[in-house]
Each structure stands twice: as structure tokens, then as C-alpha cells.
């Protein structure tokens, strides 16, 4: 696996473990939900079942911003 800026997928899933993840052959990252089905109302709050970033750092901000919505709601 390769590492990109100190993230490799394997770290990614330890520090966010509520997403499944993968990286496109394009080295696109993307993170879906895991166990969790959002409803209509979640969704209108601003989350997303899947993100995508093309690079780790916009990525991990994505995750970061998308775990304190769903505290919040």
C-alpha cells in the first residue's frame, strides 16, 4: 500500500474505524459508511454516506468535518 503525506489506507481506517475505504486506481480516496444508513434529514444537515478527495489532506478534513456533524445530530 502506498503512503501519501503520512496516511496509508491502514491508518486511515485506525484513526476513522466508523468508514470503509479505498483508493481508486486514479488515486482518488474515497470513505463510505459503515453500518450506518443516513436518512433524508442527515443528509439535508450537510452528511454524506460516501466522500471523496483526491488528495489525503482535503480527504482526512472531509472525515474530520463529516464525524463532528454526525455528533451534532
Not at 475505504?21 to 480516496?29: E, H, I, L, N, T
Not at 443516513?38 to 468535518?65: C, H, M, P, W, Y
Amino acid at each position: 500500500m502506498q503512503e501519501t503525506s503520512g496516511y496509508g489506507l491502514d491508518a486511515l481506517r485506525a484513526a476513522f474505524p466508523a468508514w470503509s475505504f479505498f483508493r481508486s486506481d486514479a488515486g482518488v480516496f474515497y470513505a463510505t459508511r459503515r453500518g450506518v444508513r443516513l436518512r433524508n434529514v442527515d443528509i439535508d444537515k450537510g452528511l454524506r454516506q460516501t466522500v471523496s478527495a483526491e488528495d489525503v489532506t482535503t480527504f482526512v478534513s472531509l472525515l474530520e468535518d463529516q464525524t463532528r456533524m454526525m455528533v451534532r445530530s
